[in-house]
C-alpha cells in the first residue's frame, strides 16, 4: 500500500494568554459538563448505528490523544464480555502497514477531534476502500473525517481552546462507551455515577496541585499502569510531556519491574495507576522498589493498599469508566507544573522558537 505523508505546515496554537489562569485550565475544568452532555447526545445518536459484523475484528483507530481515547474504549469492549467481534486498538499508521487486518474488520471506530488528522484520514480511505463501515468520534461536524465515514458521534461542549488536549479525549471516550453499550448491551452504564465523580476529581484540584510541587525537582517521571489503566498512563505522559515539557515515559508495571529499575534514582518520580485490587498489588511492590532506589513514589488506586507508601484514593466507577476519571489528575499535575515553571502550557511548546522550527519539518 502506498502511503501518503502528511507535509510540513505551520502551526498556530494560541497565544493569547500569558498567565494563569491559561486556556488549558478552562478546558480542563470543563469535563464534567462536557461528559454529561456527550453522554445525553450519544445515547440518542448511537440507535441508528448498527452493529458490526459477527466473528470480525472492530478496529479502535486514532492519532496522539485519540490513539489513547481509542485505546480506553478498546479495553472496555474487550471487557464487554461479547463473543461475536474482537475489539483491536491500532495508530492509524500501524493500521496502514496492515491491510489484511482492513480487508478482515467487521467495522472501525475512528476518533479525530478536529477531523483533519492527516494520517488518520489516510486509514479511513483504505478502510473505505476495503468495505469496513466506520464510525466517527469527532467534535466536529463537517471535516474530511466525516466525509469518509458512514455515522458520525459528535462530542458535546469540547472544542479545545489549548494545543494541548484534554476535554476531547474524556468526551471521546464517554460517545464510544456509549455506542459500545448498545452494540453489546453488557457494559455497566455508569452514566449516573460519572457526573459526580468527574465532579469529585475536579474539586481536589487543591490536591492534584499539591502533588506538582511534591515532584516538581524530579527530572524524569515513570508512569507505570496495567490492564485498563494503560490508556490513562499513556495520556498522562503525553499530556506531561507536551504541557510540561517533561521527560515522562509510561510503563506495564511488569516491564519496568524487567530492567527498568537500574534507570531509577533521586531524579526520577514514579508514578502507578491502578484500577484493581490485582494491579494495585503489583504496582506497589513496584513503587516499593523504586523508593528503595531513590525515588519519589505515588500511587492512585481504589480500595485498601496492602504495602506503605504515599497512595490516593479516586473515585469508584465501573472499571470501563476509569479512563474518564483518572486522567484528570494528571492533566492539573501537567497544567500546574508547567506554571510554576513559567510555562504556557496551551502552546507546546511552540513559543520555543527552536521547537517551532522543528515542528515546521513535518506534518500531523
Request: net charge negative; glycine share 8%.
Amino acid at each position: 500500500m502506498e502511503i501518503e505523508f502528511p507535509g510540513p505546515e505551520d502551526p498556530s496554537p494560541p497565544y493569547g494568554r500569558t498567565a494563569h489562569p491559561y486556556f488549558l485550565y478552562e478546558m480542563i475544568r470543563s469535563q464534567p459538563a462536557a461528559v454529561r452532555a456527550t453522554l445525553r447526545e450519544s445515547t440518542r445518536a448511537v440507535e441508528g448505528i448498527p452493529g458490526p459484523a459477527a466473528g470480525k475484528p472492530v478496529l479502535f483507530v486514532g492519532m496522539g490523544t485519540s490513539f489513547h481515547a481509542a485505546l480506553a474504549s478498546a479495553h472496555a469492549g474487550e471487557a464487554g464480555k461479547s463473543s461475536s467481534w474482537y475489539p483491536r486498538a491500532l495508530d492509524a499508521f500501524e493500521l496502514l502497514e496492515e491491510p489484511d487486518l482492513i480487508r478482515r474488520a467487521g467495522a472501525a471506530i475512528v476518533f479525530s477531534s478536529s477531523g483533519e488528522t492527516a494520517l488518520t484520514i489516510e486509514a479511513q480511505r483504505a478502510l473505505r476502500s476495503a468495505g469496513v463501515p466506520q464510525v466517527l468520534v469527532s467534535g466536529t461536524k463537517e471535516s474530511r473525517s466525516a466525509a469518509l465515514a458512514d455515522h458520525l458521534l459528535l462530542t458535546q461542549e469540547a472544542e479545545e481552546r489549548a494545543w494541548v488536549h484534554t476535554v476531547s479525549y474524556t468526551t471521546a471516550i464517554a460517545a464510544a462507551l456509549t455506542l459500545l453499550r448498545r452494540w453489546s448491551g453488557d457494559l455497566a452504564s455508569g452514566s449516573d455515577e460519572i457526573g459526580p465523580a468527574m465532579d469529585e476529581v475536579v474539586r481536589r484540584e487543591p490536591e492534584w496541585k499539591h502533588m506538582a510541587d511534591q515532584i516538581r525537582d524530579r527530572e524524569k517521571i515513570l508512569i507505570l499502569a496495567s490492564g485498563p489503566a494503560r490508556a490513562t498512563a499513556r495520556e498522562a505522559a503525553l499530556k506531561l510531556r507536551e504541557g510540561a515539557h517533561r521527560f515522562v515515559t509510561a510503563l506495564g508495571v511488569e516491564e519496568f519491574l524487567h530492567g527498568v529499575l537500574p534507570c531509577v534514582d533521586a531524579t526520577t518520580a514514579v508514578l502507578a495507576v491502578t484500577v484493581s485490587s490485582v494491579d494495585r498489588r503489583r504496582a506497589e511492590s513496584a513503587l516499593s522498589a523504586a523508593a528503595r532506589a531513590g525515588a519519589k513514589t505515588l500511587l492512585w488506586g481504589r480500595g485498601a493498599g496492602t504495602a506503605g507508601g504515599p497512595a490516593v484514593t479516586l473515585p469508584t466507577v465501573p472499571a470501563s469508566l476509569t479512563p474518564l476519571t483518572d486522567i484528570v489528575p494528571f492533566q492539573f499535575l501537567t497544567y500546574w507544573l508547567a506554571v510554576a515553571e513559567g510555562r504556557n502550557p496551551d502552546v507546546m511548546g511552540f513559543d520555543d522558537p527552536r521547537i517551532f522550527a522543528a515542528r515546521r519539518l513535518y506534518g500531523i
